[in-house]
């Protein structure tokens, strides 16, 4: 089948038509993964390319993993439909399924790898250990820029023979430098992957759990990666495909059928995405699930879990084993590292891996919190998954690079990503990895949330709707709407941090007035919905997401504008009470968040990104200020009984912030600070004898000298001796 791209040749030479336009005798386009035929008549669920059209299918999973295509039929010979419920729940013969697999993948193999006795190559558990040393399989598609090795010869497009660029890579389980040093217990070894992948499936939640989860789906909580349309497609597909498999009690044997089917998977890259969204979809489920699918959907689970409240009953039914919110978060994020882990061995690269990749990372911070390194790690990898890729220099839509779900759905995940590094940057202090010098940073379109269901057609009439700054005039606020604001800021963000970290960068008084100013217009720009205004906060439940949004960004403009006068204080210039009045501002809308927590409790899993991030700068500042009062130092406008009301209320805060939080220890230690800062403020030390001008601060002696609000670019409110 491979002479065909992946379809099989008739006896007169010519390429299969798939079963829809065969059996209605009508020309087919050979299109891979369906036809466009039956895209355009949304037939993809039938469309398939059998190997031998003549013969009659033994079963549905056994069909798809027999000929590696998309969409099987069952035992009947009538089309298997992925999303039907009809089909939840039916029992499957599981040794009838894997002994026809045995042979089907495992001919042409050179011996086992652990014995060669019947009983241990019969086994179904072990099936998937016997493969072709010699077979290759063909890599993802990987982006190489104009300077690259093989740039020469791709560039000369005069034959497919001068391109250098290896496009095939071998089995994971190879031995390509001799017997490995760990043998079978390699992480690479069949039965080392296969026993991982296998704990990982019992995790998986029970049927009534999964949906749910899908039932408080939100999509200003819930990531950009995890989109509901593919969440829900999935979670609806993997019940209907798999639900003999998945149903109690759980054997290793049942659920190897499902490892079976990603095992299989992939040894084939992802195909090109099709025009219609569905279409897309299906060639990464079901049948054709893939590992990096599977970790999505692990997730999802996760990231669900996670904006529960810990007195949820899903964390007390009997399949938790008692584990706590933190406890059930990170259950599923080790499924997904493991799926993760199978993607890395195959080398493969896609969309779905980065998404994957992504969701790793924000449930290792919600857990564990944000100032790890195993979190800068993370974002290195993602950065350069993307570039390999090839995200960071996607088209623009025209003519040869038409809109499609696919597409959109690359545009959102590469924001996400340039975002997160440059909020991880700004957070740690240290370089982005991206930079727009080299990247191009195309906004994702302000569609509404069921784009993924749209065809290219729709979406070009939905895009046709927007206004002439590329917002829905609907006065909606979609995921796409924050993160289009929201992008436009970090944008911002990286000319401060090329200011603030840069070598011996120049900054005259002149760009930091440019940056104020760039600032101001970005806001300016925004539609009316995404603005905040303190005086017009609703109280109406239906509004949450609103003032969610709207606070969250104005919050983000403010930190720009903190940061900016943090880089024009190092500069010597006299920016301390434009950076006090931030500040002020800062703990005003952190603390909103607090006093509006029973409306927003929804989001309040995001509480404690919200104090690391924004609250713990503005604080320090506030309570700089407070101290040098107290010495008699200050020469700023900061009225003290209310610097004083808005610290308690942020420690108060603080206290609030639950121990299955990401950041709790984080918040335990800053509250010590700032009670016994305000302890020194309400209550002075005496005055120190033969220096009545002299104060004790609590500060260790190493810091620079009080008098300078330059050493804020030093202080780690988090350290030190006073707060023991």
């Known amino acids: 089948m491979s002479s065909g791209g992946g379809i099989g040749l008739r006896r007169n030479g010519k390429k299969q038509a798939c079963e829809v336009c065969r059996k209605a005798k009508l020309a087919c386009d050979h299109s891979l993964p369906h036809c466009g035929r039956c895209v355009r008549r949304k037939l993809t669920a039938k469309c398939i390319y059998h190997p031998a059209p003549m013969t009659r299918p033994r079963g549905a999973i056994v069909a798809s993993l027999g000929s590696?295509?998309?969409?099987?039929?069952?035992?009947?010979?009538?089309?298997?439909?992925?999303?039907?419920?009809?089909?939840?729940?039916?029992?499957?013969?599981?040794?009838?399924?894997?002994?026809?697999?045995?042979?089907?993948?495992?001919?042409?193999?050179?011996?086992p790898l652990l014995g060669s006795d019947d009983a241990t190559r019969n086994n179904p558990l072990h099936r998937h250990m016997y493969w072709d040393k010699n077979a290759t399989f063909q890599r993802s598609a990987r982006y190489y820029g104009p300077t690259s090795f093989s740039a020469i010869f791709r560039d000369a497009n005069v034959s497919?023979?001068?391109?250098?660029?290896?496009?095939?890579?071998?089995?994971?389980?190879?031995?390509p430098f001799g017997q490995p040093l760990l043998g079978r217990n390699r992480p690479s070894a069949p039965t080392v992957r296969m026993d991982q992948v296998l704990?990982?499936?019992?995790?998986?939640?029970?049927k009534e759990i999964c949906f749910k989860l899908l039932a408080?789906?939100?999509?200003?909580?819930?990531?950009?990666?995890?989109?509901?349309?593919?969440?829900?497609?999935c979670i609806e597909t993997l019940w209907s495909t798999?639900?003999?498999?998945?149903?109690?009690?759980?054997?290793?044997?049942k659920l190897s059928v499902i490892a079976n089917v990603c095992f299989k998977s992939e040894e084939r890259p992802l195909p090109p995405a099709p025009e219609n969204g569905y279409a897309w979809i299906d060639g990464f489920m079901g049948l054709n699930l893939r590992f990096e699918m599977l970790g999505l959907l692990f997730g999802f689970f996760g990231y669900s879990y996670q904006c529960l409240q810990e007195h949820d009953e899903l964390f007390k039914v009997p399949e938790n084993d008692g584990r706590d919110r933190k406890q059930t978060t990170w259950r599923m994020k080790e499924c997904a590292e493991v799926c993760f882990r199978m993607c890395e061995m195959s080398e493969e690269i896609n969309e779905i891996s980065l998404a994957l990749m992504m969701c790793i990372a924000v449930l290792e911070t919600v857990c564990i919190g944000d100032e790890s390194f195993q979190t800068r790690r993370q974002i290195g990898d993602i950065v350069v998954y993307a570039i390999a890729a090839g995200l960071h220099r996607m088209s623009d839509y025209g003519p040869n690079n038409k809109m499609t779900p696919a597409t959109e759905y690359k545009r959102r995940l590469w924001s996400a990503i340039y975002c997160a590094d440059k909020n991880h940057a700004a957070f740690n202090g240290t370089p982005p990895a991206l930079s727009a010098r080299y990247c191009v940073v195309r906004l994702p379109l302000d569609l509404p949330e069921n784009y993924l269901a749209m065809s290219s057609e729709e979406m070009s009439k939905a895009v046709d709707k927007l206004d002439v700054n590329g917002w829905n005039t609907e006065s909606r606020i979609y995921r796409t709407t924050f993160f289009r604001a929201f992008s436009l800021i970090v944008d911002i963000r990286e000319q401060i941090l090329e200011a603030s970290l840069g070598v011996d960068a120049l900054v005259p008084a002149s760009r930091i007035d440019d940056?104020?100013?760039?600032?101001?217009?970005?806001?300016?720009?925004?539609?009316?919905?995404?603005?905040?205004?303190?005086?017009?906060?609703?109280?109406?439940?239906n509004d949450a997401g609103h003032l969610m949004v709207q606070a969250y960004l104005y919050l983000s403009l403010l930190q720009n504008s903190f940061l900016i006068d943090r880089v024009a204080i190092a500069r010597g210039f006299q920016n301390g009470q434009r950076l006090l009045d931030t500040a002020v501002e800062m703990m005003d809308i952190t603390t909103m968040f607090w006093?509006?927590?029973?409306?927003?409790?929804i989001y309040t899993s995001l509480f404690d990104w919200i104090i690391t991030c924004y609250g713990i700068p503005c604080a320090g500042v506030v309570c700089v200020e407070l101290l040098k009062q107290a010495n008699g130092q200050s020469e700023l406008v900061?009225?003290?009984?209310?610097?004083?009301?808005?610290?308690?209320?942020f420690i108060a805060f603080l206290e609030w912030i639950r121990p299955t939080d990401g950041n709790f220890m984080l918040a335990g230690r800053l509250k010590k600070v700032l009670q016994r800062i305000l302890d020194r403020v309400l209550d002075p030390p005496k005055e120190v004898a033969g220096n009545s001008d002299v104060v004790e601060l609590p500060f260790d002696p190493m810091f620079e000298p009080f008098g300078e609000m330059d050493w804020l670019n030093t202080i780690d409110w988090t350290q030190g001796s006073w707060i023991e």
């Open 68 to 111: 590696a295509q998309h969409t099987p039929t069952t035992s009947g010979g009538s089309s298997h439909d992925l999303s039907s419920p009809q089909s939840l729940g039916q029992e499957s013969p599981t040794q009838q399924i894997i002994d026809p697999l045995t042979s089907a993948i495992n001919k042409a193999t050179d011996g």
């Open 160 to 175: 497919e023979d001068i391109n250098i660029s290896e496009n095939s890579r071998k089995h994971p389980a190879t031995w």
């Open 199 to 206: 704990k990982a499936l019992t995790n998986i939640p029970s």
């Open 216 to 233: 408080m789906y939100n999509p200003l909580v819930h990531h950009s990666m995890l989109d509901e349309i593919i969440m829900r497609h």
């Open 242 to 253: 798999f639900g003999a498999e998945l149903a109690e009690p759980r054997t290793s044997e």
């Open 515 to 541: 940056l104020h100013r760039l600032c101001q217009e970005t806001y300016a720009n925004f539609p009316n919905q995404l603005r905040y205004s303190p005086r017009e906060e609703s109280t109406s439940p």
């Open 595 to 601: 006093r509006k927590r029973d409306q927003l409790m």
């Open 638 to 649: 900061l009225p003290r009984s209310s610097a004083i009301q808005k610290l308690t209320i």
